[in-house]
């Protein structure tokens, strides 16, 4: 149940902070703009994207990463996300290589990406065009990327997580439990405790995961003050979703937006 729709979205983040086990629906491809972006792919392996490069993460898997500042100066991206049957389309030959959940890292030249940034970001700011026109001029992204040699893949089968999630973020408001979740995917409670199991996710876990996933993406890409995100991402105040990021990030909602003295 993940969008249909191609997204894009400017990135904003005050406080340099490791964000650890950040779940990645869709594939997700930054336009690093400001500071730098370290993506930890194993104890003994990193990447690090500086201005002007391009960090591709794959989809359905768990990332850890960390947003650098720089100077006094802001980390800032352009993000994009892109739903499977896009990359299918795309990169339809990639069907034959073994799904790879690697992140890609793509230093371009720089008059190639400034170029590629400057079309998003007109895309972005163009007026009484159908949307439909939109989605598709979004597409040329993933076109240069390919002409570049990148290959990218979708997964195979749509693991319990992403089913899970995709169908509690479609109102993080809600009160979920677990019967009811086990109920739309019709099977018991127990059927579906052993189906996330597999992923070594509880379904508390996942829950609160995304509230916390969602309430990070809209601190970082929005105005929207930290009260109404509280109750946006499912808390019950905003004294209770702050304690709840500073747990699960180590930072405060607030040092996001705001530099850490």
Known sequence: MSS????VFSISQATTA???DVYINDTSIFFIQNGSKKIQISREQQIIGDVGDIIILPPDSTITMENRTWSGIDYQAI?????HEIIKNIF???????????PQLISPSREDGEFIVKTIQQIQH??????????????EPLIWLKSLGVKLSTPRDITAIAQVRSLIETDLERSWRSEDVAQYFAMSEATMRRWLAKSNISFS???KNA???KGL?????TETSISEIAYICGFSTPSHFSDSFKDRFNVSPRAIRVPEN
């Open 4 to 7: 249909s729709q191609i997204s």
């Open 18 to 20: 490791t964000l650890v």
């Open 79 to 83: 993000g994009m996300t892109f739903p």
């Open 92 to 102: 339809s030959e990639t069907s034959n290589y073994i799904e790879d959940k690697t």
């Open 126 to 139: 163009v007026k009484d065009v159908p949307e439909a026109i939109v989605q598709h001029r979004l597409i």
């Open 205 to 207: 876990k996942l829950l």
């Open 211 to 213: 509230r916390l996933e």
């Open 217 to 221: 993406s809209l601190l970082q890409t």
